[in-house]
Each structure stands twice: as C-alpha cells, then as structure tokens.
C-alpha cells in the first residue's frame, strides 16, 4: 500500500469562516416510490410502497443533497469548497456525528424540504492537527408539517501520515448484535442513493493509493442508519430521539457488526468490525 503524501497543515484563520453562522439554504424533492424501492433494496428491508404510506426510517438522508456538475468536484469527488458550507482549508471532511429527533414518519409522494442553517464554525487541536468542527442544523418537513430535526457534525482534518501512539481497544460484544456484509455494491449502492461522489466509498485505487487506508471506507451515515433501523427492530418502532458519533473508520475488508444494549434510557448501540475497535456508538430512545 503506497503511504499518503505528507502535508504541511495550513495556519487557519477562524474568523472569517464564522462569518458563514447562520447562512441557510432550502432544497426540496419529492419521496417517490421508486426512491423507496431502491432504499428497501439496499437495506434488505421490506414495507409499504403506496403514496400516503409511512416512508422508512432515515430515508431523508437520501433526499435533497447537493448536485454539482463534475467540473466543480475537488479531486476526491466531493464539492469544492465554498457555497453553503465554508471554504475550510483541510483536506479532509468527514460526517464526525449527529443527532436527529423524529416528530413523526415522511410520507411517501409528499414534497420533502430541507431548511438547513450553519449554526456554529469551531476550531480545535487534535492529535494530528487542527480540527474544524462546522455544525449544521436540518429542518426536514413535508406538507403534514416537521418530520425531522438534525443536528450534522462536520469535522475537516489533515491528513495523519503517523501510527497511533495506543492500539484501540476491542469493542465489546453486546447483549444484541447482527452481523452485516459491507461490501461494494452496498458502498455504491448508499453512494448511488445519496449522490455521494466522494471517492473514498466506491474507488479502491484512489482510496488505497491516494489516501493510504487499507479499503473501501463505509459511510457514516450509511453506519448510522444501520443502527437506527436496529434499534427499531429491537424495540418495535422507530425511535423519538437517535445520536450517534464516528470514533473509527471501518473498511470493506471485514463485515460489520451491528451490537445494542439495554439501558434505563432506551438502547446504547455500536458499530464494530469482527476483533476491531468501536467505529460508530450511537443512543437510541423512546
């Protein structure tokens, strides 16, 4: 495996990127049935296809994203910098976490709109560098009202050329778990269904070579609402509140393991690949 090149991280300057705190943007798409059966086909999953009926959960994550033409994609597929979200100068940006609160189901055939609105620009030091956290706040409703609440955390990083200075621990087992083929097709398939052009999820050569991680990396939000859907297996109905948040990356090379647990609040959940450390953990309640 090639190792990525080496990068000088740039001195950031935070204020004028906190100048983009309260810029919005509105997108609005229709949840079609077709949209539908090409969620249910990727997750395995059964349910109602008819307008008016209840649309699945975590769908709107798959509706309304951005579409730019190929010219104004950076050189990993995802938008260039600048327009809604702010020009961070780091390389790398990645989906760090979220919380979402659920009014009540979409409806599929209705006009889904998305109000977002950047609610906070931060800079920190992490261990390889400066971080800069952006927080987004999404507004998801359709015509019976608000169906959705979300609170996106985007993390832009630099590139980590060193070796952990501690191996991570392996993730415990939980009192449920279900294990899950993370392959291609569904990396593909998740990045078909959200427009994700980003490279790192469907380009081995780009992702191995380019970036230094040993395979196809799987999605955050596709790990997410994996959990999600868990959860609601488990319980028997979706969830009213849903918080999650990525601690390691995990790769097409091994499948992943979906783990819940029981607690007084509702369930505590995890994502972990076989003898690996916890990718994504995630609370659920009711």
């Not at 505590?268 to 953990?281: C, K």
Request: net charge negative.
């Amino acid at each position: 495996m090639n190792a990525p090149a080496t990068e000088t991280a740039p001195e950031i300057d935070i204020d004028p990127l906190r100048r983009w705190i309260g810029r919005t943007e509105t997108r609005s798409e229709h949840l079609t049935p077709a949209l539908v059966d090409r969620f249910n086909a990727t997750f395995a999953r059964g349910g109602p296809m008819d307008e008016g009926a209840e649309a699945p959960l975590m769908i709107h994550l798959c509706l309304t994203q951005p579409a730019v033409p190929a010219e104004e994609l950076g050189p990993d597929g995802h938008p260039a910098r600048g327009g809604f979200l702010p020009p961070v100068p780091l390389p790398r940006r990645m989906w760090a976490g979220g919380a979402l609160t659920f009014h009540r189901p979409l409806r599929i055939g209705s006009l889904v709109t998305r109000l977002s609105t950047i609610r906070d620009v931060v800079l920190k030091q992490g261990r390889t560098g400066p971080l800069c956290f952006v927080t987004v706040e999404h507004e998801i409703s359709d015509e019976g009202g608000p169906a959705v609440t979300e609170r996106q955390d985007i993390v832009y990083r630099g590139i980590d050329t060193g070796a952990p200075k501690t191996a991570p621990e392996t993730a415990a087992p939980g009192v449920h778990s279900k294990e899950i083929a993370t392959d291609p097709v569904l990396l593909f398939r998740y990045s078909a269904l959200t427009f994700n052009g980003h490279r790192i999820h469907y380009d081995q050569p780009y992702v191995t070579g380019k970036e230094g991680y040993p395979g196809l990396i799987v999605h955050g939000p596709l790990q997410a609402t994996l959990l999600a859907q868990y959860a609601a297996d488990l319980r028997g109905a979706a969830p009213t509140e849903f918080r999650f948040r990525s601690l390691s990356p995990l790769f097409d090379t091994a499948d992943v393991i979906l783990n819940a647990r029981d607690t007084p609040e509702g369930l505590a959940l995890w994502t972990a690949r076989p003898g690996g450390p916890v990718a994504m953990e995630a609370t659920a309640r009711w």
